[in-house]
């Protein structure tokens, strides 16, 4: 008779890196849209990535700033509106490992324990 068991703590990681549909780079700081902005890095805080119906996309706080100024992408001078997209960086280790695979990953780690407990 194999003893009960029970998970009672799994921490997941997981990274990743986004594809944004259009530009890659923000156009107001020059970092990567999968860096913070500018600013965020001298605070050590986090960037959220937003994009627009134009398709073009920009950090969060950097585009905040812009449209207090202009109502128009700075790319394409179409009318900024907000797609209901925001891209919150969770990136927590340097892996490449996509989401899948480190699911299946934790998934068979999983297997080899219950196969433990049930010896
Ligand atoms: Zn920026
Ligand atoms: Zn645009």
Aim: include cysteine.
């Amino acid at each position: 008779m194999s003893n009960p068991f029970i998970v009672k703590n799994i921490n997941l990681f997981c990274s990743y890196i986004y594809n944004f549909p259009t530009n890659q780079d923000c156009t107001f700081c020059r970092f990567h849209l999968n860096e913070s902005s500018l600013s965020n890095q001298e605070k050590c805080v986090d960037s959220t990535v937003v994009t627009g119906f134009c398709g073009h996309s920009f950090h969060n706080d950097c585009m905040k700033l812009w449209i207090k100024q202009s109502n128009f992408c700075p790319l394409c001078s179409e009318k900024w509106e907000y797609l209901p997209i925001n891209y919150e960086k969770t990136i927590l280790d340097e892996s490449t490992q996509s989401y899948d695979d480190k699911i299946k990953e934790i998934k068979l780690e999983l297997k080899k324990l219950e196969i433990h407990v049930n010896k």
